[in-house]
């Protein structure tokens, strides 16, 4: 049997598992050993599976994974959330729709210390639903600013999105969690125009809250979170001025936080056992996909097909623009099904070599599938943020999924800015030290 | 469909069952507890190198290496852990949907499968580090021998098994008799 029609049977084995619920880091890498062992021999295909495994558990650069998500963890034990929410809620509740625009901001804020979409959300849900019901906010709207503030964890910087992107491309990570500040601000701010919008056009999905905060009290709060703006520059400040690694930035950036959650005696033995469960749970997950796309990987390009693909949709004559949308919208659709990282290391082994060949950026386009796997978060059925909004609200899904509906919006106007000007993710990568 | 007939029925293989369930989280904590807390020291660790670097220039020798190393421990003996939780992302669309016996038999399939493929990566780590250890592999600034990350992986990959071993007769002996203690009902979902 010749190699592409192996790696075609490969392919639909893959996604035949998947439907069947084996997890994906499993499913990849058995039929990546079985794919190997098909064109080849077993005795290829043993020592490629165990030195995936073994390289996954043992480079260095990926110790970025656990210290960013422990800086997530650690962030979230020291209470800084709730600081972020009250000086949020300061400078922004004046605006139509004030409150759920605060929650952008927090989202966006707390999102600058966690790279993780799923704890941003949780973190902040917990904090800024129970003030939105409070003062009677509309429960689409409220639910679905929450979930969809936390979207921003997995574009702003630290995000684990970037590192598992560069991972997987071999791109500077560095360079990519740069490259997603500013669309990830982009973002928060598009957000927020479609609260204003939500609000103006619904007046009553948002009270208006008349109490004035004076400019010497908004700038007074912001010493509450001194800690994270500290730790924001710390991090980012270090990897964009070439001071650190990413590894090192993470490193460092949890070393902080740690201290903090020390000094503000939150730190007990529950809370950081708890925290370094979690950190185990999310690194090895991540991990184990990766490992799985190794063999993957591995038995892919035994087959040629990127390769030819990539070729093949070089030489035809349809415009590289019209090759990206269908591209997005595969991802898309992905997203309503797949975990954002499985779709990345499911995707990008065969359509990266594309990108690359069709002449795109692939700073770039690491900033364009983040955003992608972002909509993916958010999209009906199964939309990560929605299940943990739906439980921290206990509200049903359906709830959550309609209120986040409108901001979906958003991310595809972000797509298309980036995608017209990429300088707006580029810019300051390319003049990073 | 014979062959499953032959499962016992009472409710002694339910309590054996639950029993292997009982050991495998066990031997699960205590390698998530062995594991977890390098996280901790990888981040001290590399800080210290940093600093050292900017304020002494004196980096730590072989701190990426030593790191490394770190990184195998909290990752390998996270893995059974990470699994037994059922934290391994997977489609659950069209497993959700279904009755729950047929979910257990797909499930008791998916186990099999998972299980055959790291079996082989538990033996086959373990002819790999006897490799290691008998060529002599070490790390180039610090000088360790490589052979015990291979044995680390054999142990967290048997581990990993054994928790899929155990799944898989679950949902075994649960699809055969339709059993609906609260084993099978975790089984079911993962």
Redesign the interface.
């Known amino acids: 049997m010749d190699p592409h029609t192996v790696g075609l049977m490969g392919i639909a084995v893959l996604f035949l598992l998947l439907i069947l619920g084996m997890p994906i880091g499993f499913a990849l890498a058995f039929v990546g050993f079985w794919g190997i062992s098909f064109l080849t021999d077993i005795s290829v295909a043993m020592p490629a599976m165990v030195r995936s495994f073994f390289g996954t558990f043992t480079t260095y650069s990926f110790t970025v994974i656990p210290l960013f998500v422990i800086m997530g963890e650690l962030a979230t034990v020291s209470g800084l959330s709730q600081g972020i929410y009250e000086v949020a809620d300061k400078w922004l509740r004046r605006l139509p729709g004030g409150m759920a625009i605060a929650t952008i901001g927090a989202c966006s804020g707390f999102a600058a210390i966690c790279g993780s979409s799923v704890a941003t959300a949780a973190t902040l849900g917990r904090v800024a639903l129970p003030e939105m019901k409070k003062y009677n906010y509309d429960i689409y709207l409220a639910t679905g600013s929450v979930a969809a503030g936390g979207t921003l964890g997995f574009l702003i910087p630290p995000s684990i999105g970037f590192v598992v992107y560069g991972i997987l491309t071999e791109q500077s990570i560095g360079k990519l969690l740069i490259s997603g500040f500013v669309p990830g601000f982009l973002l928060a701010l598009t957000y927020a125009l479609i609260i204003v919008f939500w609000v103006m056009h619904r007046p009553l999905a948002a009270p208006h809250n008349p109490q004035r905060v004076l400019f010497k009290e908004k700038v007074l709060s912001l010493l509450k979170v001194w800690e994270l703006i500290v730790v924001f520059f710390l991090v980012m400040g270090g990897i964009y001025f070439g001071f650190f690694t990413p590894t090192e930035a993470g490193a460092l950036g949890a070393f902080f936080l740690f201290v903090v959650t020390l000094f503000r005696k939150k730190l007990t033995w529950k809370a950081l056992v708890a925290a370094m469960t979690a950190t185990t749970k999310v690194s090895v997950m991540i991990f184990i996909i990766l490992a799985g796309a190794y063999v993957f990987t591995y038995f892919m390009a035994l087959t040629m097909i990127p390769m030819e693909l990539s070729m093949w949709l070089g030489k035809m004559s349809l415009s590289r623009y019209f090759i990206l949308a269908v591209i997005l919208v595969i991802y898309l659709l992905l997203g309503c099904f797949l975990d954002a990282t499985a779709m990345m290391v499911l995707t990008l082994p065969v359509i990266f070599p594309t990108i690359v060949e069709l002449g795109f950026n692939p700073i770039w386009f690491g900033v364009i599938s983040v955003l992608m796997m972002e909509a993916g978060l958010i999209t009906p059925p199964l939309g990560l943020n929605i299940f943990i909004i739906s439980g921290v609200a206990e509200v049903p899904m359906e709830v959550v999924f309609k209120g986040t509906f409108p901001f979906l919006l958003a991310i595809f106007v972000v797509v298309i800015l980036v995608t017209v000007f990429p300088q707006i993710a580029l810019f300051l990568s390319n003049i990073m030290g | 469909m014979s062959i499953l007939m032959l499962v016992p029925t009472d409710a002694r293989l339910d309590l054996f069952l639950a029993g292997c369930k009982k050991r495998t989280r066990q031997l699960n904590a205590w390698a998530?507890a062995v594991?977890?807390?390098w996280?901790?020291v990888?981040?001290?660790?590399?800080?210290l190198?940093?600093a050292g670097r900017?304020f002494f220039s004196r980096p730590v020798p072989g701190a990426?290496e030593m790191?490394?190393?770190?990184?195998?421990v909290?990752?390998?003996l996270?893995?059974a852990?990470?699994?037994g939780?059922g934290?391994?992302?997977?489609?659950?669309?069209?497993?959700g949907r279904l009755p729950r016996r047929p979910g257990l038999w797909?499930?008791a399939?998916?186990d099999l499968?998972?299980l055959?493929?790291?079996s082989?990566?538990a033996w086959?780590?373990g002819i790999?580090a006897v490799e290691e250890f008998t060529g002599g592999t070490t790390t180039d600034t610090l000088a360790i021998p490589i052979y015990p990350?291979?044995v680390l992986?054999a142990v967290g990959?048997f581990l990993l098994a054994l928790e899929i071993l155990t799944d898989f007769m679950i949902c075994l002996v649960g699809a055969a008799r339709g059993s609906r203690g609260q084993i099978f009902n975790d089984a079911v979902k993962?």
């Open positions: 998530l594991g977890m807390g996280v901790l990888m981040m001290c660790l590399t800080t190198d940093v900017y990426i790191s490394q190393f770190m990184l195998a909290f990752g390998i996270g893995m852990y990470t699994h939780i934290a391994n992302v997977r489609v659950t669309l069209f497993t797909i499930k399939v998916t499968l998972s055959q493929m790291v082989m990566l086959y780590a790999m990350l291979y992986l990959a993962g």
